[in-house]
């Protein structure tokens, strides 16, 4: 067993300083195992964090979409876990005392530690997590696709707790990326009537949404004054798509804040107020959230395989990186098993 691998990090604050670096690969401990990285995707959350937008802890090796095989176990662990496909949970550790810990919310907790952020996480080949992080993937689910089981949790974190979507209801879903598709799967399971809103340059995006049997339209500027809908969720992580988003939600209705600004925006939160709409989100996931998810893939009633646009080997990072920016293709996926470019 190497002892170091090469990660792909956020070396300092500030800015950009992004690159690779050597790091240790560490035994795991108790309670903890060490995966064999087959997958991570690439987030909006590290566009964030290489901009200085996110929280995080550098020199850290970055990738929080991760799936894997387990290859070692540690201490108080199931042996049987080993050679086992699994998509992991992102909080390395939480306090387990406070509130929110108590309440099964340690997404909330003032003291938890992310892998890609505060711990290394999954843009290297190897990666220790503790062994209550994993969930093991359906066998149908793609072997890089796996990976998009943690969004798919930050979604059902959004939608499920607490529902949101009533079978019939109306559903407006601003943004066609990774998070507006996994989110228009999930309100459709829901009972919902979805329908995915995109701009002209996202049609290759809107054509996979139908592919997946999802109703879309093209904004173009001239669609005269917004309709109205029983939910609508905002994926865009815009001011614009937001400012749509607010404007569309009927009296009474739901906005669900699903996309990450990454930074102030403004917008018309009196819309909020006379249409007497709810407000809601999620921040990031939790163990129910996790459970919805995997119940979704097992029913096949998410499907994750078409949102994978490209797979790519480490040493390409930053034209993964800057496509991911352009908003070229889907869900890129950094496979660091891959030794060398292409």
């Known amino acids: ?16 300083n992004l690159g690779l670096r050597e790091q240790i690969v560490a035994e795991p401990g108790p309670g903890e195992v060490l995966v064999e990285v087959i997958a991570t995707g690439i987030c ?8 200085d937008e996110f929280p995080s802890e550098p020199p850290v090796t970055m990738g929080h979409e991760v799936t894997g095989e387990v290859r070692q176990v540690g201490e108080n662990v199931d042996a049987a876990l080993i050679g086992g496909r699994f998509a992991l949970e992102t909080y390395f550790s939480y306090c387990g005392r406070c509130e929110f810990c108590r309440n099964g919310t340690p997404n909330l907790c003032a003291d938890r530690r992310s892998i890609g952020s505060r ?28 990976a998009l089981t943690e969004p798919l949790a930050c979604v ?5 707790d607490p529902p949101v979507v009533n079978a019939g209801d109306t559903v407006m879903v601003v943004g066609p990326g990774t998070m507006g598709i996994l989110t228009a799967q999930a309100a459709r399971a829901a009972g919902g009537r979805v329908t995915v809103f995109g701009l002209p340059g996202d049609r290759g995006r809107l054509q996979i949404a139908e592919g997946l049997g999802l109703a879309t339209e093209t904004l173009d500027g001239d669609a005269g004054e917004p309709r109205q809908f029983d939910v ?45 709409a709810t407000y809601t989100s999620g921040n990031a996931s939790t163990p129910r959230s996790w459970a919805r998810a995997t119940a979704l893939l097992e029913a096949g009633l998410v499907d994750l395989d078409p949102l994978v646009s490209d797979v790519v080997a480490l040493a390409d990072w930053e034209d993964a990186f800057a496509r991911t920016r352009e908003g070229s293709g889907m869900k890129i996926m950094i496979d660091p098993r891959i030794e060398t470019g292409g």
Do not use: Q
Not at 156 to 160: E, Y
Not at 242 to 258: D, E, M, Q, T
């Open 232 to 276: 609508v969720c905002e994926c865009s992580g815009s001011s614009g798509g937001a400012a749509l988003a607010l404007s569309s939600v009927r009296k009474g209705g739901r906005y669900v804040h699903v996309g990450i600004f990454g930074r102030p925006v403004s917008v018309d939160l009196d819309r909020i107020l006379y249409s007497e």
């Open 1 to 16: 067993m190497t002892t170091t691998t090469i990660g792909l990090g956020k070396l300092a604050r500030g800015p950009g």
């Open 156 to 160: 059902t974190n959004c939608l499920f």
């Open 44 to 51: 909006g959350t590290d566009l964030h964090i290489a901009d």
């Open 119 to 146: 711990v290394d996480g999954g843009f290297a080949r190897w990666i220790v997590v503790p062994a209550r992080n994993l969930h093991r993937v359906p066998d149908h689910v793609g072997r890089h696709a796996g």
